[in-house]
């Protein structure tokens, strides 16, 4: 027997034009249930060209691009499904998908632009997080540091977030603020990569925490250290036309 499809391209669109789309994208889903990514886009694209205002058709054709690895033609589709769904929450279901395509792409600056789109899912702790590692990337490390603040204050038990928060102190030099965060992450309850990173963590807290201690404010920290630096510099001034003479 004939796939919808096949009959579509033989016979064209003709009097099944009304019901060949929901036949046709029927068809690409079972495509896609059984892992034949190629025939579902080629599918999909049919019956988007019959109803190209179906948000539905041209979500699935970007999930089918996706699939076959092709994330531009993915974004586009999923661009045109965006342009004709009236649904918010839909809408952002989109968004999210072309982030994670942008960042695959190594693209965080595009990829952080979808999330700030988002229209409902102001408060969704994921979102928080994602914006935390895609600023953490492009090196804003003050938005990032914020974007994990929100995603614990959603979910106070994101250990996930937690790190995050601690290494984007770090980076900003809050060392106290960075080790009193590192100190409230619970070892117990982590797995083994949340583990090497806690361990990466506390290594880089003592690297920064020695560079903190080894500029002048160290120096002048000790009164002992002070005189005998102001006897230096004194002396220095003092005779100094008798050394460089």
Known sequence: E?????????????????????????????FMENGEY????????????????????????????????NFNSALDAWNRSIQNETDLVDSDVL????????STMNMPDHAIRELE???????????????????SKL???????ESFQNCISVDP????????????????????KAKETLDSIPESALNPDQTNLLE????????????????????FSHPELYLLTG????GIFYFRDKIFR
Do not use: C, W
Request: proline letters at 4%; aromatic letters at 10%.
């Open 200 to 219: 990466k963590l506390k290594r880089d807290y003592t690297y920064y925490q020695d560079e903190e201690t080894s500029d002048l404010s160290f120096l």
């Open 157 to 176: 038990g994101n250990i996930d977030a937690s790190l995050g928060l601690a290494e984007t102190r770090m980076r900003q030099g809050k060392i106290a």
């Open 2 to 30: 004939k796939s919808v499809s096949h009959q579509y391209q033989e016979y064209g669109a003709g009097p099944l034009e009304s019901s060949v789309p929901v036949q046709l994208e029927k068809e690409g889903d079972q």
């Open 95 to 102: 968004r999210k998908k072309r982030s994670e395509v942008f």
């Open 38 to 69: 190629d025939a579902a886009l080629h599918t999909y694209l049919l019956a988007e060209q019959i109803a190209p205002e179906n948000p539905d058709i041209s979500r699935k054709t970007g999930d089918a691009y996706r699939a076959t690895g």
């Open 139 to 145: 090196q804003d490390y003050a938005l990032a540091e």
């Open 117 to 135: 789109d988002l229209k409902v899912s102001t408060n969704d702790p994921h979102v928080f997080h994602q914006k935390g590692e895609l600023y």
């Open 231 to 234: 006897i230096g510099i004194f």
